[in-house]
């Protein structure tokens, strides 16, 4: 079993910047790709941006903003985020599967992101 363990959300104004980390550890030795959904009030989670050795995928709403990067020594995902918007408010989860046609069934707790207008 994997433990994901994410930090670094906070509350920023418009335009700001904040660096989501993700820590695995347990089962790290075969993951084949790690990444971040978010899921906002009211809302359904969603995808946002996940990192293989194979590829790198943003969701459009992100792409040009946000930018996922892996440290596989230390098994920890990073997500910067940058030119914040209202609209990126969510909680904000950690995931990783173990194959590529796998679903995601491995989540961290979540960490609240927050953006004032």
């Known amino acids: 079993q994997v433990q994901l363990v994410e930090s670094g959300g906070g509350l920023v104004q418009a335009g700001g910047s904040l660096r989501l980390s993700c820590a695995a550890s347990?089962?790290?030795?075969?993951?084949?790709?790690m990444g971040w959904f978010r899921q906002a009030p009211g809302k359904e989670r969603e995808f946002v941006a996940a990192m293989s050795e194979a590829s790198t995928r943003y969701a459009d709403s992100v792409k040009g903003r946000f930018t996922i990067s892996r440290d596989n020594a230390k098994n920890m995902v990073y997500l910067q985020m940058n030119s914040l918007k209202p609209e990126d408010t969510a909680v904000y989860y950690c995931t990783i599967r173990y194959r590529n046609w796998s679903g995601y069934d491995y989540w961290g707790q979540g960490t609240q992101v927050t953006v004032s207008s």
């Open positions: 347990g089962r790290t030795f075969s993951i084949y790709d």
